[in-house]
Nanobody, 123 residues
Framework: QFQLVESGGGLVQPGGSLTLSCTASGPLERYGVAWFRRAPGKSRRGISCISNTSLTVKYVDSVKGRFTISRDNAQNMVYLQMNNLKPEDTGIYYC?????????????????WGQGTQVTVSS
């Protein structure tokens, strides 16, 4: 069974940085991968996506210029570098495998979810 495992979450002060990792149990090279965030009291929303070859990357406006998504297909891993973190970035972060190579225009076409990792930005 294909699985995704996130790591790297934690407590960080505003302005700080964290790097999240997503490790897949099988080959990821044919699939797009997205990061989602569930903020307290809110629904889960996609915040970034990377196509299978890394040619396409997408970000929601609230994280543009602060977050960087990347991947290492040889290691079956996807990363989310988060800089200049703000309290509103607090939430559970999930990585998710797309059914296809591209990100598409929506948060859909997800067939595998990780269990999530908590990120708390607070002083």
């Amino acid at each position: 069974q294909f699985q995704l495992v996130e790591s790297g979450g934690g407590l960080v002060q505003p302005g700080g940085s964290l790097t999240l990792s997503c490790t897949a149990s099988g080959p990821l090279e044919r699939y797009g991968v997205a990061w989602f965030r569930r903020a307290p009291g809110k629904s889960r929303r996609g915040i970034s996506c990377i196509s299978n070859t890394s040619l396409t990357v997408k970000y929601v406006d609230s994280v543009k210029g602060r977050f960087t998504i990347s991947r290492d297909n040889a290691q079956n891993m996807v990363y989310l570098q988060m800089n200049n973190l703000k309290p509103e970035d607090t939430g559970i972060y999930y990585c998710a495998k797309k059914q296809y190579s591209m990100c598409g225009e929506s948060d859909g076409y997800i067939d595998v979810w990780g269990q999530g990792t908590q990120v708390t930005v607070s002083s």
